[in-house]
């Protein structure tokens, strides 16, 4: 749909104030605002949540509306220090090697009005953790653990771990909390929470509504309502910025026309080519290794992304505990990669059986043309490859295990935040043979990562580097290639600073009027 100029919007406003005027006393709401309610704030996605349910909620597209919106996790992490500060917790402590003990916010309720105690934080824990739902956030943050969770008395969660768990308090912050009354056998679409925003509607394939939580338990944020919608087009999303109709565009591009309005961050994402290395030709490593020399890092950076971005030699950006200062990127080398597809070819490896290059809609600005590129350089290196573009839903078979039965040899073009902020988070569901974004892994090396994970301080800082060190020439199963910037279009009505969480959780509560724009904020 082409945008109405804004010209166009008040020729409409004063004739129908007119007609109003000729009529019988009515009012026209808004004239003032183009139409729309000043305390509403307009957010457009590139794509439709497929789900709000809080355990998928480490999946990007449901997370941005969902974490602490609608739903609270009981610690949240600081993404510029770091640091965890209390949520729906106020304390917590390592009570024994395998246990710790968190004590729950008295006073808080839930949108629908029931109380929230501490029996609510073990059901969700429980839920996300033990279920049989298959919940992301399972996967993602705590991999085949099981955790013995209790509620002795009604301020206090108890939660033991198979083996000492250091970052148990981080892991946790990534769990959202729900009513003990939510099903434990089926997922939610719309669920509910403690959290400043409650759902109000959703218009399946038009909007989404969010109305402010009226007894939330914190800060009363400034917006009565949030209204989300989605274009595919980053050009689309800026242009309903620049022209007054949405206050804010995610994920937008350098040449897609937000200007002035364009607000750069630094996020945590970075993009890589996942290689599901157990089918002809990409279980021989020769063949994942010539991915990797055909990449041409630096020229995606500097001629797709416009410089916004930084070329990647491994899954966490600096800043994320375990990143390889050392570790060098992967050469642009076409001609080795073709010698190693041609040695590969004479020993017998079928190197022209059809590679499936699978990427997902919208998931970052010019996502087609670096599929497009990609499938270029594999071709002239003698491998045959085949793009398939597809929505959230279908790419996510192909992102978690298990992926479709006779998929075939497939590469997966991935975006991996660590909002976490520590490896574990990306090793664990990435590089370890079970993860539940893993395509390949080997006993040796999950060794590796487990002996990682137990460790503190600095020891764990080296072991995860030298996770990433080996993980090339021992599994081979990325050709990385960026740390993104995120860009972010914001209507200068609003007063909101993106941060490196922004691109997996985008706070409502955060976002003010930038001056006296709304004379309600009941």
């Given at each position: ?53 809080p355990c998928e909620s480490s999946l990007t597209s449901t997370g941005v509306v969902v974490r602490s919106n609608i739903t609270e996790p009981l610690i949240e992490r600081d993404p510029g220090t770091g640091d965890l500060q209390p949520l729906l917790a106020t ?432």
């Open positions: 749909m082409r945008p109405v100029p804004r010209r166009t919007q008040r020729t409409l406003a004063v004739l129908s104030a007119a007609l109003c005027t000729a009529t019988a006393g009515c009012t026209v709401a808004n004239t003032a605002h183009g139409g729309y309610d000043p305390n509403t704030l307009r957010i457009v996605l590139p794509q439709e949540p497929p789900t709000l349910e304390q917590w402590r390592q009570t024994s090697p395998n246990q710790w003990t968190f004590t729950t916010r008295p006073g808080v309720t839930f949108s629908d009005g029931t109380p929230f105690t501490a029996a609510d934080a073990a059901f969700s824990i429980d839920r996300a953790v033990n279920s049989d739902l298959q919940c992301n956030v399972d996967g993602y943050v705590f991999g085949d653990d099981k955790l013995d969770v209790s509620a002795p008395d009604e301020h206090t969660v108890v939660v033991g771990t198979p083996k000492p768990d250091p970052i148990l308090p981080l892991r946790i912050s990534f769990v959202e909390i729900v009513p003990k009354t939510t099903s434990m056998a089926a997922k939610v679409r719309e669920p509910i929470g403690t959290g400043p925003y409650a759902i109000e509607k959703w218009d399946y394939g038009q909007k989404l509504v969010l109305h402010r939580n009226e007894t939330y338990w914190g800060t009363k944020p400034d917006f009565a309502r949030a209204e989300y919608q989605w274009r595919s087009e980053g050009s689309v999303r800026a242009a309903m910025v620049v022209n007054d109709e949405a206050d804010i565009g995610t994920s937008v591009g350098p040449e897609d026309g937000a200007e002035e309005l364009g607000v750069p961050f630094p996020n945590n994402e970075t993009t890589a080519l996942r290689i599901t290395a157990t089918e002809a030709p990409l279980n021989d490593i020769r063949i994942r290794h010539a991915i990797n020399y055909s990449v041409n890092r630096t020229g995606i950076v500097k001629a797709l992304f416009r410089g916004l971005g930084e070329p990647a030699s491994q899954l966490i950006p600096e800043g994320v505990v375990g990143y390889n200062k050392d570790l060098p990127l992967w050469p642009y080398d076409p001609d080795k990669a073709k010698h190693l597809v041609d040695e590969a070819r004479a020993d017998g490896v079928p190197v022209d059986r059809q590679i499936r290059l699978i990427g997902r809609n919208s998931q970052f600005p010019k996502v087609t043309e670096t599929v497009e590129v990609i499938q270029n350089e594999l071709a002239k290196i003698g491998l045959n490859v085949k793009i398939e573009m597809m929505d959230t839903a279908a790419q996510l078979q192909y992102q978690l295990q298990p992926f479709p039965a006779n998929a075939g040899p497939f590469i997966a073009l991935i975006m991996h935040g660590n909002q976490a902020g520590d490896a574990a988070f990306s090793v664990d569901q990435y590089m370890r043979s079970d993860g539940a974004q893993s395509a390949y892994g080997t006993p040796a090396f999950d060794a590796k990562i487990e002996q990682a994970g137990e460790l503190t301080g600095q020891q764990r800082q080296g072991a995860y580097a030298k996770v990433f060190a080996d993980e090339p020439s021992e599994i081979g199963q990325f050709a990385y290639i960026a740390h993104m910037t995120g860009v972010l279009a914001k209507s200068p009505r609003v007063d909101y600073q993106p941060n490196s969480a922004t691109g997996d959780e985008m706070r409502l509560s955060q976002m003010t009027f930038a001056g006296t724009e709304s004379s309600d904020k009941q």
